[in-house]
């Protein structure tokens, strides 16, 4: 069975300094996708980054990028320059077809 | 810009009781699903459907549960007999595509707790 690690529940980071979130999955496909989202307090689920298993190269969205490790069956988010309203429950997922898995979640807060 | 709506936002209820929960996916997506996460675990799929059937469900979309489009922007999600570990964040989604790279945007959940 897929499964998704969220080793971190909290972390926290000052304003304007980069934060890493680590997840790890368990799979024995070779083609699927990986994705961190963001739910901010109170607000739904809203897409952060994606990650295609094919591609060796690391996915990059403005202040975030990933750092997708294949072999080790790693995907950690970057979060450069943080910032306030980066403030929130961030998950990890992996999905093939319709099988989409979610971690437990990390807590982000921001100090300013 | 297009948001998945659930409603209600809490709903309370009785164990036994039926609930049916709320979502209006976005107009033009064509496939939906349903999460649940209980307090402090993992978000879990429950089911997705498209063209009016279930294309997919997981080991916990047991007979209890079962889905609806009853017209054509309502998604309901029906709890039959709800009990005590029925208590979570219902979460709706839909997509354009079905595939992987497509997109699944969130509604905001609803939090049913079973009394």
């Known amino acids: 069975a897929q499964t998704v690690t969220q080793s971190q529940p909290e972390m926290s980071v000052q304003e304007a300094e980069t934060v890493t979130l680590s997840c790890t999955y368990d799979?024995?496909?070779?083609?699927?996708?990986l994705f961190w989202y963001k739910q901010p307090p109170s607000r739904q689920m809203i897409l952060v980054i994606r990650?295609?298993?094919?591609?060796?190269q690391n996915a990059t969205e403005n202040r975030f990028s990933v750092n997708f490790q294949k072999a080790a069956k790693s995907f950690s988010l970057k979060i450069s320059d943080s910032q306030l309203g980066d403030a929130a429950m961030y998950f990890c997922?992996?999905?093939?077809?319709?099988?989409?898995?979610f971690g437990a979640g990390t807590r982000l807060t921001v100090k300013p | 810009e297009p948001e998945v709506t659930q409603t209600p936002s809490h709903q309370v209820t009785q164990m036994g009781q039926e609930v049916i929960l709320r979502c209006v996916p976005i107009?033009?997506?064509?496939?939906f699903y349903w999460y649940r996460q209980i307090l402090g675990q993992k978000v879990e799929f429950l089911v997705s459907?498209?063209?009016?059937?279930?294309?997919?469900k997981s080991e916990i979309f047991d007979d209890q549960f079962s889905v609806e489009r009853p017209d054509g922007s309502n998604f309901t999600l029906k709890i039959r007999s709800t009990k005590l570990e029925d208590s979570a964040m219902y979460f709706c989604?839909?997509?354009?595509?079905?595939?992987?790279?497509?997109?699944?945007?969130f509604g905001p959940g609803t939090r049913l707790t079973v009394l």
């Open positions: 989604a839909s997509s354009v595509g079905q595939g992987e790279a497509d997109e699944q945007f």
């Open positions: 799979t024995s496909e070779s083609d699927y996708y």
């Open positions: 990650q295609e298993a094919y591609k060796q």
């Open positions: 997922a992996y999905r093939k077809i319709n099988d989409m898995r």
């Open positions: 107009s033009n997506h064509l496939y």
């Open positions: 459907f498209y063209n009016n059937e279930i294309s997919e």
